[in-house]
């Protein structure tokens, strides 16, 4: 669905990502785990259409067509059905719950379709229900997690990236947030989940990619890195 | 001072804030999503004004379409500004689009002295907005009544545009976090280009209506108006669209009645906007009804 080929990003002078290649299949749960500035977040950040220095080809395949979409900008790629649920969260504290989740449907016009939608993040986060008219910046850190997920699933993606969604939860809410993003693969969205939180993502994932200081250098079923004896040591302390 | 003469200077207040109010929302609307402040937007208001006037001299059209004309216009005008000095410096620090602001003043300014020549212009009104009448002994114009209740149409339905609908939504999300707003979709550019459309649009119907309360127009026109709007933005809060209305009302109704209580002070007229602005900045830097300015982590 998503097959990312060479990607390099730049900053300045900086060589953050180095000709990297993954290959995201369509209905599948991948991750990509990596050390603090390992080049994660460049990398689904290219995805989306944010960064200019970039070098590569991301083929997508997916909205009805089949095409490279690096260089495209990032509303553009929204509408194609690729949405990011960016690190930190980044919800909208000034603007409601509701705001929120309708700002995530910004693209779409068919109300019944949006509705539906509305009612299924209202099933994932039954607390966002509660909170419909809360501004977001009063909702506690899993809720705005949680806010945050409910905002990207309202752009009705075929394809959501998550950046690091387990930041900062206490344990029983990275469970949760991750149960969740199991039930969102099953109904049908492909997911592309970038973690620091290695065992929880290996755990959930079909394929996974470890990333460090802007290469690949291992990657394989999520269960079998599970038993890796160097990701063990690297990232799921020893 | 006698009842008769109070409302009448009451009248004039409320017309003078409500032309500043609209002038300040086009400042503060900007500000908000930009963090800019568009000096430009004074010669704007400007432009406005030409406009009506040139629809009625040179092409003769009735009245109500050349208002309507002059205000997509002068919202064309705002919308090309944004494009040509400010869209190439968006990734530039701040103080850059400042000073382009600044550039494209003196440009208009400069441009209109060349195009519409210096020599004020007298504006010929349409006769049921200045045939005074006398209700219970109060001599006023049709004209005070209608730029009051002008204002409050026109904000009430940018009210509207900004709090009920899609645009405006992007709108107020783009004022907190740009990147955030794009990945959710939302064409910044386009928005961006809304809100000078909108912002100008207001600035020309406050351009319409001076010219009508003060009818000689000049090409330098723009710049004490424009000033005392600004003011009147920092005064409510600037970034906030209820605040420019609140701090250009406020300021025409100080204006107003210190000149009508204390005659003797009406040579200080403008400085008082002045004084004023130092005053809030030293006491309420933010404004009457500003938030907090929150830095980004
Ligand atoms: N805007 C930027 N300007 C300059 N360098 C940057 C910028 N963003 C990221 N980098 C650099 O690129 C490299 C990769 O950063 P990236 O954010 O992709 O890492 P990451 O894997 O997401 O890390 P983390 O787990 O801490 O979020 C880092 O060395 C970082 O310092
Ligand atoms: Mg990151």
Redesign the interface.
């Known amino acids: 669905m998503l097959k990312v080929e060479g990607l390099h990003v730049y900053y300045g002078g900086i060589h953050a990502v180095k000709g990297i290649n993954i290959e995201v299949p369509r209905g599948k749960i991948v991750t990509l785990i990596g050390a603090n500035g390992a080049g994660k977040s460049s990398t689904i950040r290219a995805v989306?259409g944010?960064l200019k220095q970039t070098k590569g080809t991301i083929s997508y395949n997916g909205n009805g067509e089949n095409r490279n979409i690096l260089g495209l900008?990032?509303?553009n790629i929204?509408?194609r059905g690729i949405?990011?649920c960016?690190e930190g969260r980044?919800i909208?504290?000034?603007?409601t719950v509701f705001?929120n989740l309708?700002?995530?449907a910004?693209?779409r016009n068919d109300k019944k379709a949006i509705k539906k939608d509305l009612d299924w993040v209202y099933d994932l986060f039954p607390r966002m229900k509660e909170r419909t008219w809360q501004k977001g910046g009063t909702l506690s850190g899993g809720e705005q997690q949680m806010l945050a997920v409910g905002?990207a699933i309202m752009?009705a993606p075929e394809v959501i990236m998550l950046d690091e969604p387990s930041l900062g939860l206490a344990p029983l809410l990275v469970k949760e947030v991750f149960d969740i993003i199991g039930q969102i693969n099953a109904e049908g969205k492909t997911v592309l989940l970038v973690e620091q939180n290695a065992y929880a993502a290996l755990k959930i994932a079909d394929y996974a990619y470890v990333l460090e200081v802007g290469n690949i250098v291992l990657e394989g079923p999520g269960k079998e890195l599970l038993e890796d004896q160097r990701v063990k040591e690297a990232y799921l302390g020893g | 001072m006698t009842l008769t003469m109070f409302i009448q200077h009451f009248f004039n207040a409320l017309t003078l804030g409500s032309l500043y109010a609209l002038i300040a929302i086009g400042y503060t609307m900007v500000y908000g999503i930009l963090r800019l402040i568009n000096f430009a937007h004074g010669d704007v208001f400007m432009l406005g004004a030409y406009f009506i006037f040139y629809t009625g001299t040179i092409f003769h059209l009735p009245w109500i379409v050349g208002v309507i004309l002059a205000i997509i216009l002068t919202s064309f005008c705002g919308v090309i500004v944004e494009r040509a000095a400010y869209r190439p410096l968006r990734d530039a620090p701040r103080i850059s689009a400042l000073i382009s602001s600044i550039g494209v003043s003196f440009f208009i300014e400069n441009l209109a002295i060349v195009v519409f020549t210096g020599i004020p212009k007298p504006v010929v009104r349409p006769d049921w907005l200045v045939k005074i009448i006398q209700i219970r002994g109060v001599r006023i114009l049709p004209l005070a009544i209608a730029v009051p209740i002008m204002c409050f149409v026109l904000v009430a339905g940018l009210l509207f545009i900004v709090y009920k609908t899609k645009p405006g939504l992007a709108m107020r999300a783009i004022s907190k976090d740009i990147e955030t707003t794009r990945l959710m979709g939302v064409s910044v550019n386009k928005i961006i280009s809304l809100t000078f459309g909108l912002g100008s649009a207001l600035a020309a119907a406050g351009g319409i209506m001076w010219a009508l309360r003060y009818p000689q127009i000049q090409p330098l026109m723009g710049l004490i108006p424009g000033l005392k709007a600004f003011i009147a933005a920092v005064l409510g809060g600037i970034g906030s669209i209820q605040g420019a209305v609140v701090g250009g009302l406020l300021l025409g109704f100080i204006e107003i009645m210190i000149v009508a209580f204390f005659p003797g002070l009406s040579g200080y007229k403008d400085a008082f906007a002045f004084i004023l602005l130092i005053v809030i900045l030293l006491i309420k830097p933010t404004g009457l009804m500003g938030e907090k300015i929150e830095e980004k982590v």
């Open positions: 989306s944010l900008s990032p509303e929204v509408r949405v990011m960016p980044r909208l504290p000034h603007l705001e309708m700002l995530g910004y693209t905002r752009s």
